[in-house]
């Protein structure tokens, strides 16, 4: 405890308050030895970074907990399966550098949940690099990320149902094994479908336009035609 203390720059009594507050997972014990290794040391690492960045020790210790409970990343990426998705490494502060004051425990083991991300020793894994930028820009415009993650798990539902309908469709229709390679029609007829529905449901909740100030101008009445010389002489 002592060098792992050394090592992170604190005391060792604050390396025994983060151990007895589950922020830093116990050690391996040979008889009356505990050995710390690298883990360790990255935890108490990632834990100053947090602290630095306004995390208090309470979210700290949540966080560290649905991080341990999570899935791996083996469970959660499948091995040996193919996926046009990049999965991305990310240290828990770099996480929370991406949604800054929005990874709070619940978001966290909603994430866990969903499968967008995994744990892989120290480092977390999110599932898709297109699906990690795109959460962030919405939480930068200002949408919560917990309604981010409840409409991630609204889009998987009818994802799965899409998805489903196109297999059975091209496995019925085409030959052994052709599936995969026909996999890029199957999305972008869903990418225009969608594309379409978007314009619709915009142009329909688009507010209507207002009236123009002022009431509606009077009609100017028609001038009467000039009388006929004889009439002028009557």
């Known amino acids: 405890m002592e060098e792992l203390a050394k090592e992170a720059g604190i005391t060792v009594r604050t390396v025994r308050f983060y151990r007895e507050r589950g922020l830093i997972p116990p050690p391996r014990r040979e008889g009356r030895i505990a050995w710390y290794d690298g883990h360790h040391l990255a935890r108490l690492r990632t834990i100053a970074a947090l602290l630095e960045r306004g995390h208090t020790l309470n979210g700290i210790a949540d966080l560290a907990t649905a991080f341990d409970s999570g899935r791996d990343v083996g469970e959660v990426l499948g091995l040996g399966e193919p996926t046009e998705e990049t999965p991305v490494r990310l240290s828990p502060e770099e996480l929370a550098d991406y949604f800054e004051g929005d990874v709070t425990a619940e978001n966290l083991a909603a994430a866990l949940d969903l499968g967008y991300l ?80 978007l314009d619709r449901r915009l142009r329909d909740t688009s507010p209507p336009r207002s009236a123009a100030a002022g009431p509606s101008p009077a009609v100017a009445p028609a001038v009467a035609p000039a009388p006929a010389p004889d009439e002028l002489r009557s």
């Open 118 to 197: 995994a744990t892989d020793g120290e480092e977390i894994v999110h599932i898709s690099r297109r699906l990690l930028e795109v959460s962030s820009a919405l939480v930068r415009e200002g949408v919560p990320l917990s309604v981010v993650l409840d409409a991630g798990r609204r889009v998987r539902t009818h994802a799965e149902a899409l998805a489903e309908l196109f297999v059975e469709v091209l496995r019925a229709h085409t030959p052994e094994g052709e599936s995969e390679r026909l996999r890029p029609l199957a999305k972008s007829v869903v990418d225009a479908e969608l594309s379409m529905a």
